[in-house]
């Protein structure tokens, strides 16, 4: 597609409920983020793939959010047990690039989720 | 490790006069700079980015950035703002690491443009 998609654009959640959040990058795109942005504030990191290789999760918040790009183009991020604290925009950027300063992103519009 | 620090939450601001976005950053490496806006429940957008070379950059709507690598700014600024330049706006770096880039962004700065 001509940009970056993502999927539902909002949810709610009941506590403890799991949800999962799509991404589908522009095509052709090798890297891949994503990120959270908590009511107020930036964007942080919580994760990257290469293709389908995740080089890095060092953001992931807890061992309940995981991310899988199994097929090196969509993307989906998991959140099991959803808290309070998860509530936030959840935003997708895609990359031609693994040097991603050259080129820079494209975002994403994000999914809202609201725990509730 | 790098971080950003935007030293204004809110800048509101008269239609048609300048504006200046302030943006401090710490990084013991040499860094990319960026400048991204957001409008209401939309994703990120790129205004303008610093890689290398001449420090004064210019971007998407008119608004322009001064690399200043001695105080470790990189402020973003336009002569005259229009009501639709209303939005949030990131500052963000960016530095290589395990032959990728990630960006980390300041808290932003919300832009109030007043007729």
């Known amino acids: 597609g001509a940009g970056v998609s993502q999927s539902p654009r909002y949810k709610v959640a009941k506590r403890g409920q799991d949800v999962a959040l799509r991404c589908d990058p522009i095509s052709g795109h090798v890297s891949l983020f994503w990120y959270q942005q908590a009511l107020g504030q930036g964007p942080e990191f919580l994760t990257y793939f290469q293709n389908e290789a995740q080089l890095d999760k060092s953001g992931l918040p807890s061992d309940r959010f995981f991310a899988e790009r199994p097929e090196g183009s969509v993307s989906t991020l998991k959140i099991q047990r959803t808290q309070q604290e998860d509530s936030a925009v959840y935003l997708c950027?895609?990359?031609?690039?693994?040097?991603?300063?050259?080129?820079?992103?494209?975002f994403g519009s994000g999914t809202r989720l609201t725990v509730v | 490790a790098q971080s950003v620090t935007q030293l204004d939450s809110q800048v509101p601001v008269f239609e048609e006069a300048p504006v200046e976005l302030r943006c401090n950053y710490s990084?013991?490496?040499?860094?990319?700079l960026f400048w991204y806006v957001q409008y209401p429940n939309q994703g990120l957008q790129l205004l303008l980015k610093y890689l290398s070379g001449s420090t004064l950059v210019k971007g998407i709507n008119g608004f322009e950035a001064e690399f200043n690598k001695s105080q470790t700014t990189f402020h973003l600024r336009k002569p005259s703002v229009h009501i639709s330049d209303t939005a949030e706006y990131f500052c963000a770096v960016s530095a290589p690491s395990g032959g990728y880039n990630k960006l980390i962004f300041g808290a932003g700065t919300r832009l109030a443009v007043h007729p």
């Open positions: 950027a895609s990359s031609p690039q693994t040097r991603t300063g050259v080129v820079g992103y494209t």
């Open positions: 990084s013991s490496v040499s860094v990319y």
